[in-house]
């Protein structure tokens, strides 16, 4: 039988080593986030597993919502952006975290923190598990990283190619004859 393991190049996060990152994140905006009640704003759909396991690992009052962001365009990034679905929560005065799977170029996630700005958040820090810099184009860089990756394309824990492969339990590079 065909497993969604065999088209897997490499793996370059094991599960043991997010489960480790996981618990360092959540140990720092524990300290950091003491008595603020952060919001975390989960992007979906690619952050979810990532998001939801941080989430467990912040030992302070803290509140999640989940929202979700689309460009116009056939899934290029290149397309004007959109809120596909806003936050439940009033925004203005809160200590908003957005955590998101990977920051590459940076332009929808520099869109997003603009329209939280824009609506009078007390602050704005973003968490990304991977950051891969040396796509970046906008001017924005995430406060917390789990770790950097190269320019491949990757996928597992939350990262797609076509919706397929979020189900990884790690995060790995796609073999090239499946995208090619
Ligand atoms: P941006 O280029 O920083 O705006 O990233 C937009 C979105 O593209 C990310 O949130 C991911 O969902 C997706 N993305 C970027 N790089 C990869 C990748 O290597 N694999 C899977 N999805 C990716
Ligand atoms: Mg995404």
Redesign the pocket.
Known sequence: MKSIHDDVAKILISKEEIAKIIEKLGKQITEEYEGKNPLILC?L???APFATDLFRNINTEAEIDFVQISSYGLGT?SGALKIKRDADAELEGRHVIVV???????????YFCGYLRSKNTASVKLCVM?D?RE????DIEADYIGAV?PD????GYG???AEKYRNLPYVGV?KREIYE
Do not use: H, M, P, S
């Not at 590459?104 to 520099?110: A, E, F, I, R, V």
């Not at 491949?152 to 996928?155: P, Q």
């Open positions: 992007v759909k690619g952050a990034t998101d799977d990977i920051l590459d170029t940076g332009n929808t996630l520099n991977l891969k796509r970046r184009q906008a990756v491949e394309f990757i996928v990262l797609d190619y796609l």
